[in-house]
């Protein structure tokens, strides 16, 4: 059997990786194809890469009779546009995160992902990391028992200005449709959602430019509200130094803490509704625990990235479950849209209806914004 033809658009810093583990033989029954983007820089760049086609045009990559799938690796707008046009030319699709920059769009990509019965993926590579991966075999064994509470800190997403700088399209409204949310922070949104289910309401606050000269959010606080009456907690910036990355659940059978690659676990003697309805000599006793701590070997950046596409080659050639289904991407972007509404508006907001065409009307506003402080 032939390996599956795979062609990339956009071979910035994730297409050239993606590229390179293609072109390396990193993915078993794939090779590199095609590379499409529109700037020459990068097209002489890939030039290394003997016997793969090169186009700076998007209708003859797509066109081309060999190709059997696409990455889409280009700034955010055009994850679902041209993921479409993938679609559509039935060619099976993985795009990087996030899905799009607001959910209107991406809906239509999963109705014509859904409709074609083509592979569809999403670059959701924390998902394949085995820490998050532990503490999503425990929820569903019920281990933690009822949800209560979700903390998370998620600052170590440091980012000077230099950064910044480094591309034209960054951290703006316009090329980029936001900031921490939409190019750091998806993995967690993704995860959040992926291990505790989308909550009931959010409530955000951001600050927009905090100390650094950009027009965008990198620096949030969000509440969470959840359908049981668990709560929850993110918060999310790029300019805490040092970071942090701490995920801390409470549920009625214990509390868990990831920090720092490590796992550990407080596992109550017995259910604290269990522990309650009982009557207790001392009227401040509480529930007894046993400390358990997971020993649990990470996956190195760029392994889990492989793990995706390998899992997206072996979906369409094996019919194999994928770890990250395309469809699944617009989740985590409800979780950022409906935040950015939520801080723009000053208001609580309902994920189950986050009102699209209002986000989209605000998120003008913030572009509108942008382009007459660039001219004065």
């Known amino acids: 059997m032939k390996p599956i033809h795979i062609g990339i658009v956009g071979i910035g810093n994730m297409g050239s990786f993606h590229a390179e583990s293609l072109f390396t033989g990193k993915i078993h029954n794939a090779c590199l194809h095609s590379v499409m983007d529109i700037d020459q820089s990068r097209l002489d760049w890939a030039k290394k890469f003997e016997g793969v086609f090169t186009h700076n045009d998007f209708d003859t990559f797509i066109q081309d009779s060999e190709l059997d799938a696409v990455i889409v690796a280009t700034p955010h707008y055009f994850h679902p546009t041209l993921g479409l046009e993938v679609i559509q030319h039935k060619k099976h699709l ?4 996030p899905a799009g920059v607001f959910t209107k769009n991406v809906r239509i990509l999963n109705r014509a992902a859904e409709q074609s019965q083509k592979v569809f993926s999403i670059m959701m590579n ?14 569903e064994n019920n281990e933690l028992g009822e949800l209560r509470r979700i903390n998370w800190i ?15 399209w960054r951290a703006t409204w316009e090329k980029e449709g936001g900031g921490v949310l939409l190019n750091q922070a998806p993995h967690q949104l993704d995860l959040l959602q992926w291990l505790f289910g989308m909550p009931k309401t959010i409530t955000a606050f ?14 949030v606080t969000v509440f ?24 801390e ?14 796992l550990t676990f407080y596992r109550l ?15 401040f006793a509480a529930p007894p625990f046993k400390k358990e701590v997971f020993e649990i070997k990470e996956n190195p950046w760029g392994i889990q990235h492989q793990i995706i596409l390998q899992n997206f080659v072996d979906a369409i050639r094996e019919n194999k479950r994928l770890l990250a289904p395309g469809v699944e991407g617009i989740h985590g972007l409800t979780l950022s849209n409906a935040m ?3 801080s723009f508006l000053q208001k609580t907001i309902e994920c189950e209806h986050l009102d699209e065409e209002l986000f989209i009307r605000e998120l003008d506003k913030r572009i509108a914004m942008e382009k007459t402080h660039e001219n004065t």
Do not use: C
């Open 94 to 97: 993985l795009i990087e995160k």
């Open 126 to 139: 924390q998902r394949t990391n085995p820490l998050y991966q532990k503490i999503k075999e425990m929820i």
């Open 154 to 168: 998620v600052t170590n997403w440091y980012r000077s200005t230099t950064y910044y700088r480094s591309g034209g």
């Open 206 to 219: 951001m600050n927009f430019g905090a100390h650094r000269h950009i027009t965008v959010e990198n620096d």
């Open 224 to 247: 969470l509200s959840y359908h049981n009456g668990a709560t929850g907690v993110f918060v999310t910036s790029t300019f805490d130094a040092p970071g942090t990355n701490r995920l």
């Open 249 to 262: 659940v409470i549920g009625s059978r214990g509390k868990l803490i990831a920090e720092q690659g490590n």
């Open 269 to 283: 003697d017995m259910d604290e509704r269990e522990f309650d309805s009982l009557h207790h000599e001392n009227a």
């Open 340 to 342: 950015h509404l939520s």
